[in-house]
């Protein structure tokens, strides 16, 4: 096998690796490419290549995460990860791992850790890497890394997230949310709602956002039922996918540019969290971008004509 079809085998675990410690998918697409350009410039063939290129895409990965933690610290309002729509590495043995480390809650979790924790943490625990090979990845003696995994893990485990194992239930609690949500329907939403369930927008300054985030049943389901029946009538179109293996849906304009994904978080047959990623830098790779604020004024300007 010759170099360009051994990296191109493991594009979707490097890729995979880098998006879990930086939450971009671009910035993630970036570090995979620096990694190939890495690859194709040693002199030596390593003994593992997957060893060699997975420590590569995560040093790259540590090293931007560093600076993407100042940019985070000014960003405009909550942040939120780059929804995923589609996980390009699979391990059957490993599924459920996979998707839970993927979520947007998980993400946000690990925000909270340092990036070397992160990268530990991630090549450790989610994708099973001994530690001789993380402390290679990550430049630390195997020791260190031990402690940098129980740091992590601990930090992990106070706010795991956890969700309804029963993936069927899961998705028809998500089908019939989408149906309440399109038809403005505010009991049918406030029965599928968590009595503390949240709405978080992430708008990064750069399109119209939550003033604030909504808490409670009552409240989320009329913000709900009020704003998504009148982006249908301007023919905006709901559509139920997976965002970051949890179910979600990405609303797109009459022109079909993306507008938002929505993310959701199920547990005990509740929604316990809304999640909405509408800033125009993180939706790139789902499609062409709305213009969110021209959107924004039709919606208005429809409410106010009675249309």
């Keep these: 096998m010759g170099e360009v079809e051994e ?15 930086l939450g971009s998918v671009s910035e ?7 990694t190939w350009l890495r690859f194709e410039a040693s002199p030596t063939r390593p003994a593992s290549v997957k060893a060699f290129l997975s420590a590569v895409v995560t040093r790259i990965s540590i090293d931007v995460l560093r600076s993407a933690r100042v940019r985070r610290e000014a960003y405009v309002g909550p942040w ?5 729509l589609a996980d390009p590495y699979e391990d059957p043995a490993r599924s459920a791992e996979l998707a839970d480390s993927v979520s947007m809650a998980a993400l946000l979790l690990l925000e909270r850790l ?7 943490f991630v090549l450790r625990e989610v994708f099973d890497f001994g530690f001789p090979d993380v402390a290679s ?5 195997e020791a260190a890394c031990r402690q940098l995994a129980v740091r992590a893990r601990r930090h992990m485990d106070e706010g795991r997230p956890r969700f309804d194992a029963d993936r069927e239930e899961r998705d028809e609690l998500a089908s019939r949310f989408f149906d309440a949500l399109r038809e403005g329907d505010v009991v049918g939403l406030r029965d599928l709602l968590a009595a503390d369930v949240s709405l978080v927008g992430d708008g990064g300054g750069k399109a119209p956002q939550l003033a604030r985030t909504v808490f409670g049943a009552d409240n989320v389901a009329r913000l709900l039922a009020a704003v998504f029946p009148r982006l249908a009538r301007i023919g905006a179109v709901l559509q139920p996918c997976e965002i970051n293996g949890q179910p979600g849906a990405i609303l797109r304009d009459r022109d079909g540019g993306v507008v938002n994904a929505l993310a959701l978080d199920v547990l005990d047959g509740q929604v316990q969290a809304v999640r909405s990623v509408v800033n125009p830098d993180k939706l790139g790779h789902v499609g062409p971008v709305a213009d969110v604020w021209a959107v924004s004024r039709e919606v208005k300007e429809s409410r106010r004509s009675g249309r």
């Design 28 to 34: 993630a697409e970036d570090a995979v490419q620096e």
């Design 7 to 21: 990296f191109e085998e493991l594009r979707p675990l490097l890729f995979s690796i880098a998006y879990r410690i």
């Design 137 to 141: 990845a990550v430049g630390r003696s």
């Design 114 to 120: 340092s990036p070397l924790e992160r990268a530990v």
């Design 80 to 84: 939120f990860p780059e929804p995923l």
